[in-house]
């Protein structure tokens, strides 16, 4: 089991940019990856992105070039720079982890909403 803190989320105007972070109970080395997703109104839960503990990372079309994930082992902290950010970002963020390479993003934190202003 782990559990998942996120933090950072926030009101920007459009162009802007925050930072998210999302804390693990425990060594997120130990887990096969973190990522992202969020939830807009009125719509699914969307793969945003995802560092493995081998620092590969992955992005949607949406936040590519724009998103960097990254991590602190020390620290047990995965982040979300988030940059030229855009109306259509408005969504609660949620961190995910995953156990192993074969299982799914099976421990979710409570989200964090992140809302930007045209």
């Known amino acids: 089991q782990v559990q998942l803190v996120e933090s950072g989320g926030g009101l920007v105007q459009a162009g802007g940019s925050l930072g998210l972070s999302c804390a693990a109970s425990r060594s997120i080395f130990s887990l096969n990856a973190v990522g992202w997703y969020r939830q807009a109104p009125g719509k699914e839960r969307e793969f945003v992105a995802f560092?493995?503990?081998?620092?590969?990372?992955h992005y949607s079309e949406p936040v590519k070039g724009r998103f960097t994930i990254s991590r602190d082992n020390a620290k047990n902290t995965v982040y979300l720079q988030m940059n030229s950010l855009r109306p259509e970002d408005t969504a609660v963020y949620y961190c995910a982890a995953r156990g192993t390479l074969v299982s799914s993003f099976d421990y979710w934190g409570q989200g964090t909403q992140v809302t930007v202003s045209s």
């Open positions: 560092i493995t503990n081998g620092g590969v990372t």
